[in-house]
């Protein structure tokens, strides 16, 4: 059955480093895979998406990966901050549907 | 992008009663919303695709006759926890998508006593 599995222990970080979370998925054929920011009591928000033919993407601090052969994808924010902090989200999604299937979620810690 | 409104944001009931959880999006005409809910603690979990004008798809385990989903408009999906029970206490929320990106509502915090 398909899996999606992230860091399971909460990341904790000092301010300023370079924060990297995993997101890994088994029996899968993803055409897409997005990350969302969710923080406590909130609904998630969209922050980043990656084609399945595209190695790496950018976004201000964000930066991520996408190894389809690895079956992973690496999601880093770099010069963390204190307001970094909250549970981070992936999505592989398959082309043609507008359905999300979330991983399991990493928490993110940033102290100064 | 979307904006989905998503209310109440919290409700306290008594176990054997139902509530009905509303999702509108205000600008954006929605054929397909979806549902998920989340525990403490965990992520979310798709309980089901609110389809407007016919029947909601369920995520397999999740109950129809108890979570009740109508989509009568393009701008309007409801749930209904049916017979609501502690067990069903969580944190339901709602989305739409524009594009390949997903609105989510503000969630609602269900707590059955």
């Known amino acids: 059955s398909q899996k999606i599995e992230q860091n399971s222990e909460a990341l904790n970080i000092q301010e300023g480093k370079t924060a990297t979370l995993t997101c890994n998925y088994t029996?899968?054929?993803?055409?897409?895979l997005q990350w969302y920011r969710q923080d406590p009591g909130r609904g998630p928000v969209f922050l980043l998406l990656?084609?399945?033919?595209?190695k790496e993407k950018r976004k201000e601090r964000l930066k991520v990966t996408f190894d389809t052969t690895l079956k992973q994808s690496l999601f880093h924010i770099t010069a963390s901050q204190p307001a970094d902090s909250a549970t981070y989200l992936c999505?592989?999604?398959?082309?043609?549907?507008?359905?999300?299937?979330f991983g399991t979620g990493t928490r993110l810690q940033v102290f100064p | 992008g979307a904006v989905v409104s998503q209310h109440p944001s919290w409700v306290i009931c008594k176990s054997g009663t139902s509530v009905k959880i509303e999702c509108r999006s205000l600008?954006?005409?929605?054929?397909?919303m979806f549902w998920y809910r989340q525990f403490p603690k965990q992520s979310l979990m798709l309980m089901a695709t609110?389809?407007?004008?016919?029947?909601?798809?369920?995520e397999q385990g999740v109950e129809k006759d108890k979570f009740l989903i109508n989509h009568a408009s393009l701008t309007l999906s409801t749930l209904t926890v049916t017979s609501a029970h502690p067990e069903d206490s969580s944190f339901y929320i709602c989305?739409?998508?524009?594009?390949?990106?997903?609105?989510f509502g503000q969630g609602t915090r269900l707590t059955v006593v």
């Open positions: 999505a592989p999604q398959r082309f043609g549907t507008d359905k999300l299937i």
């Open positions: 029996n899968y054929s993803p055409a897409y």
């Open positions: 990656i084609r399945e033919n595209e």
């Open positions: 600008d954006f005409q929605a054929t397909t």
């Open positions: 609110s389809n407007e004008g016919s029947k909601a798809t369920y």
């Open positions: 989305s739409t998508v524009q594009g390949t990106e997903a609105f």
